[in-house]
């Protein structure tokens, strides 16, 4: 099987959109700026996981480290008088010990980039990052954002680099430092409420009268998903909303508090990997049977940011009927269904693992799912991941993310 020859739109099908990160509703109420007598201070660096990138042979520790340290001096050079903060990557948080972080606070609170970002908006003057996605996040709450890991090209070997680069191929030029050297040139975007998304969003529950079902895994997402379901209340305030979570490790970071206001019921299920041990394809199978038996009514609309995973699945092939919206990154987009990208270009050697292929041939179809397309390439560590079908044959309808 060929995955580069799977289509990733369908053309025939007029139901795909490109709009700004749903969290844009909300920016109106969280960020005063300079006018309203806030002092952007905060200079924030974000970690990366150095952990993950070493283990799976990425990059040399030592050599990664000194670039690290480097760009940490750019930082203090072009910020002398500023607040400087760095914010560990929640995998590795041992990576501080091995950097130079003179003149730099460390953040404590674990809080996810996103919902720290979100909260902190009027303090922040900038943010920074390897090739952490928190700065292209950042880049999209209307702040100062940049990415360093171009000069990690003879850092990282030869397939991780090009990896990175096809996951920021969509990011605008503007995040990219490229020479330690180069003059830092403010890039931060006004922020605009999407008129055409929050139309599509009306128009979508005109004449609505069922339950609305977020479905979330990375909490990359949690921000967009909160001020979506704040604007469906806006105009539909007796309607029950409720969130049901792929348990991602990270959600540990995430405070119950931070959302639980936005939803009337939320629903905690383990995450699911392909896995070919009799226990974990048990689970599977819990999880798809307790989803299946969920009181979701045929008028209820689901709405999911996963993007792929195997509750999102249970959710989309369950109900069928039901109106689906999927929200996927432009990133996340060209990355996996694109199939003119660099890895799909430069790489033939994209194979499924024992389990990824069984769960596309056998346990995907067995238990009436969509099929799912996993598969690694180079040494095995870096891989892609998209449903079989064209995206928008998956969903009613399709929001791509622009950064």
């Not at 990415?147 to 990896?163: A, G, I, M, P, S």
Request: aromatic share 16%; proline share 3%.
């Amino acid at each position: 099987m060929d995955i580069r020859k799977f289509v990733g739109i369908n053309k025939k099908i007029n139901n795909v959109v490109r709009i700004s990160l749903p969290h844009l509703l909300s920016l109106n109420k969280k960020e005063p700026d300079s006018k309203s007598g806030f002092s952007a201070k905060m200079v924030v660096f974000m970690g990366s996981d150095m952990k993950g990138i070493l283990a799976s042979g990425f990059a040399d520790k030592e050599f990664y480290v000194a670039k690290c340290n480097e760009c940490l001096d750019y930082i203090r050079r072009n910020f002398g008088g500023y607040d400087l903060y760095y914010k560990p990557h929640p995998s590795d948080e041992k990576k501080q010990l091995f950097l130079n972080l003179n003149g730099f606070n460390l953040i404590q609170d674990k809080t996810t980039a996103e919902l720290f970002l979100w909260q902190n908006l009027p303090k922040i003057k900038c943010v920074f990052a390897v090739n952490s996605t928190s700065a292209v996040s950042a880049y999209s709450f209307g702040l100062n954002a940049y990415l360093f890991y171009r000069l990690f090209k003879n850092v990282y070997n030869d397939k991780y680099f090009e990896t990175t680069e096809t996951y920021f191929a969509k990011v605008p030029s503007s995040l990219f430092i490229t020479d330690l050297k180069q003059e830092l040139v403010e890039n931060r975007i006004a922020t605009a409420k999407d008129e055409l998304f929050e139309r599509n969003i009306r128009e979508l529950f005109s004449d609505f009268h069922g339950k609305v079902w977020f479905v979330l895994s990375h909490t990359e997402f949690v921000v967009s998903a909160v001020s979506l379901a704040r604007f469906i209340r806006s105009f539909l305030p007796s309607t029950k909303i409720n969130l049901v979570v792929s348990r991602h490790p990270r959600w540990d970071f995430v405070k119950p508090d931070d959302i639980r206001e936005y939803f009337d019921e939320i629903k905690f299920f383990p995450r699911i990997f392909y896995s070919l041990e009799p226990r974990k394809l048990f689970n599977n199978f819990k999880i798809a049977l307790a989803v299946k038996k969920m009181n979701v009514n045929p008028d209820d609309m689901i709405i999911s940011f996963s993007q792929v995973d195997f509750l999102e699945n249970c959710f989309l092939s369950y109900h069928r009927r039901n109106r689906q919206l999927g929200f996927i990154t432009e990133r996340d987009f060209n990355y996996h269904y694109n199939s003119e990208n660099q890895i799909y270009s430069n790489n033939d050697d994209f194979r499924f693992t024992k389990a990824s292929w069984f769960y596309n041939k056998i346990w995907e179809p067995l238990l009436g799912l969509n099929k799912t397309v996993f598969q690694i390439y180079d040494n095995g560590e870096l891989f892609v991941i998209k449903y079989q079908k064209p995206i928008n044959e998956i969903f009613s309808k399709v929001f791509i993310c622009i950064a």
